[in-house]
């Protein structure tokens, strides 16, 4: 079965300090791939996408995101947290159809940000 | 464009009860799929309607159903509810299947 897998359940950094949140997926074929990010209580927002094409993803809030075949993985990056980017990140990947749903999320990562 | 709304934001209900669910999604979208999630099991796909029809159905017993309208809003219905029914629903939307789902901002239900 499809699944996703982000390693680390907390993380901590620094404001100013960079960032690297971990997935991996496992899925058959040519994989369209998602980050989101939940602030508590509220929904999901999209924060970037993978459908094809360049492996290296723009997102919103300075986000960006690698997807490598070989690993894979779609690790999400940020050169610089802000205080406000604190909040819980999740990765998915779109499968469409079965009973897992069109999409599959990871268990997420919840970032905290230390002045 | 309005995002995806969802109605109502919160939600008491005691066992036993049955609980109505109303997800609004972005005008021109026609797919609408339902998420439960739990901080133990996380993210789960509940099921999907797209033109009326539900497209696709997540293991979840029977009391939990939905539809959606001609104008794509869409309804979850939980009935006999259960403690372990406790969660946060989302609702999300696509202009059709195997595009990029939107979020709401999830309606937050207890039961007691």
């Known amino acids: 079965a499809q699944s996703v897998t982000q390693p680390d359940i907390h993380i901590t950094v620094s404001e100013g300090a960079s960032l690297e949140l971990r997935c991996n997926y496992s899925?058959?074929?040519?994989?369209?791939l998602f980050w989101y990010v939940q602030s508590p209580g509220q929904g999901l927002q999209l924060l970037l996408k993978?459908?094809?094409?360049?492996?290296l993803v723009q997102g919103i809030k300075g986000f960006e995101a690698e997807f490598k075949r070989s690993q894979s993985s779609f690790n999400l990056r940020k050169p610089s947290v802000h205080w406000s980017d604190a909040a819980e990140y999740f990765c998915?990947?779109?499968?469409?159809?079965?009973?897992?749903?069109?999409?599959?999320f990871g268990k997420g990562t919840k970032l905290s940000v230390k002045p | 464009k309005a995002g995806v709304t969802q109605t109502p934001r919160y939600l008491i209900k005691t066992r036993g009860q049955q609980v109505t669910l109303s997800c609004s999604p972005i005008?021109?979208?026609?797919?609408v799929s339902w998420y439960q999630q739990t901080p133990g099991q996380g993210l789960q796909f509940l099921f999907e309607?797209?033109?009326?029809?539900?497209?696709n159905k997540g293991n979840f017993p029977g009391r939990f159903s939905g539809r959606q309208f001609s104008n794509s809003r869409s309804e979850m219905n939980v009935s006999t509810l259960e403690l372990g029914d406790s969660a946060l629903y989302l609702c999300?939307?696509?202009?059709?299947?195997?595009?990029?789902?939107?979020f709401g901002p999830g309606t937050r239900l207890l039961v007691l």
């Open positions: 998915a990947v779109g499968v469409y159809g079965g009973s897992q749903g069109n999409l599959i």
């Open positions: 993978y459908f094809s094409g360049d492996t």
């Open positions: 899925y058959g074929a040519t994989p369209y």
């Open positions: 309607y797209f033109s009326e029809t539900q497209r």
């Open positions: 999300a939307s696509s202009p059709r299947t195997e595009e990029t789902q939107y």
């Open positions: 005008s021109g979208h026609r797919s």
